[in-house]
């Protein structure tokens, strides 16, 4: 019988030259993290079951990859936040607070497996955990990062949109609707997605009665950082909630510190329509998108949490934190056309030996090259320059150099620009 050497459903398996893409998008993700100073840390891919599943059951429960080893009941990580939240509990003597922490690495969900949608993923998340308290001061920090991860990937125009929860949060409790909280917020997490008549249709059978006309009037305060704040001010003095005065405070505070921080205002926006699902979530929430594709969805998002491992430690540890999920956002771009493969190879330069006996001298070019950080291929095949030309421009090497007898004889050795044509001497490659 002939083995099926197909990839499971949900696991993604690119191509060289894909890879080298999805390689080049993570590395910007990672040295943004590391110039912010974000720590890296990397859990077990796999876990106790019952570390994975202290906070979550139900759904979760379904979807985690779970198996018994021995004695032993295990399962695969679902996502990055639950092993972090058992490291942090289980090493909290030996870490600095506010303890910055990076991670990037594969989890597993066992999902329906559907286009666009994945069994395994990679997820780049970072986290600022406090211990007792953590300044508001890390919320901004944390989408600033997320900007500059954008602007240096030039995906086109982007829109962080930040909202707090403790503004719907207060909303509610100053109307004295809490009985229907969960109902009201998945509602306004959904507008988006329903035409206004079905929002108010759906809005009339959760029976709010004249509360329903404060919910519209939330939900459509938009512009400016500042005519945003405004309304929430305006809308304040009607609700008189305190939790919703502190959550206008705390947006206030987060867009002040954005602008000071270099991040420009129109590449974000206060919005009331972001939630986050998520009930962990305690303050700021953001998520990220496209302009020019919003049909992608959020491509990053995150907020702030009163406490990450309540589970596993008695002690408080608020925090904030941010996700990209790397594998959807990647296959998304590679469905629109907006990645370019021209790479399989990571060397830059490819040295093509002409015979046997200019071996030598191109192993002796190639670990100079090396030993300066470039990164050199050596054609060990036999090929005709045709071929072997033909091999270099399918590589996508920028340079090439042919070393044959007159070149070993003259001791001259220049470099053909693919691009150009243009010769570049060794010379010159080596003051580059």
């Known amino acids: 019988m002939k083995i099926n050497t197909k990839p499971l459903p949900g696991m993604m398996e690119l191509l060289p030259e894909e890879q080298i893409e999805f390689n080049r998008i993570k590395n910007i993700i990672e040295l943004n993290y590391a110039k912010f100073g974000f720590s890296p840390i990397d859990t077990p891919a796999i876990e106790r079951t019952e570390v994975l599943l202290a906070k979550a059951g139900g759904e979760t429960e379904k979807q985690i990859y779970r198996f018994k080893k021995g004695d032993n009941d295990l399962s695969l990580r679902f996502d990055l936040t639950v092993p ?239 996700s990209i999920g790397l594998t959807r956002l990647f296959w998304c771009l590679r469905d629109l056309n907006l990645l370019s493969f021209n790479k399989r190879s990571e060397a830059e330069y490819l040295i093509i030996p002409m015979g046997k006996q200019e071996l030598e001298k191109s192993f002796e070019i190639a670990n100079e090259m090396r030993n300066q950080g470039k990164n050199v291929e050596i054609l060990l095949e036999n090929f005709n320059m045709k071929k072997a030309f033909k091999f270099a421009d399918k590589r996508g090497v920028q340079y090439t150099l042919v070393i044959g007898d007159r070149e070993i004889l003259e001791n001259s050795f220049f470099f053909k620009d693919m691009k150009t044509g243009q010769s570049i001497s060794l010379e010159e490659i080596f003051k580059k």
């Not at 990037?104 to 066992?110: C, D, E, L, M």
């Not at 609707?177 to 009201?184: F, G, N």
């Not at 590449?267 to 700021?284: A, N």
């Open 84 to 322: 972090t939240a058992r490291y942090v509990a289980d090493n909290i003597g030996q870490l600095q607070f506010p303890f910055k922490r990076s991670q990037i690495g594969k989890v597993y969900r066992g999902e329906r497996s559907q286009r666009g949608r994945f069994r395994e993923f990679y997820q780049c998340d970072i986290d600022v955990i406090g211990r007792e308290k953590l300044s508001v001061n890390y919320d901004a920090e944390v989408i600033s990062v997320i900007y500059n991860i954008f602007r240096e990937l030039n995906f086109g125009d982007f829109t962080i949109r930040i909202s707090n929860r403790n503004i719907i949060s207060g909303l509610i409790e100053g109307l004295g609707i809490e009985d229907k909280s969960s109902e009201i917020m998945a509602l306004i997490d959904r507008a988006e997605k329903i035409s206004s008549e079905e929002f108010a249709e759906q809005l009339n059978d959760l029976d709010l009665g004249e509360k329903s006309s404060a919910i519209v009037e939330f939900i459509k305060i938009s512009g400016s950082c500042e005519e945003v704040l405004n309304s929430l001010k305006d809308m304040s003095r009607k609700i008189n909630n305190e939790r919703f005065s502190n959550g206008i405070a705390e947006l206030s505070e987060v867009s002040s510190l954005l602008k000071i921080m270099g991040v420009q205002e129109q590449y974000f926006k206060l919005d009331m329509l972001i939630v986050r699902g998520l009930d962990y979530y305690t303050g700021t929430v953001f998520e990220t998108n496209l302009d020019d594709f919003k049909q992608i969805g959020s491509v990053s998002s995150g907020g702030r949490y009163d406490n990450l491992s309540s589970y596993y430690s008695k002690e408080k540890l608020p925090g904030v934190g941010a």
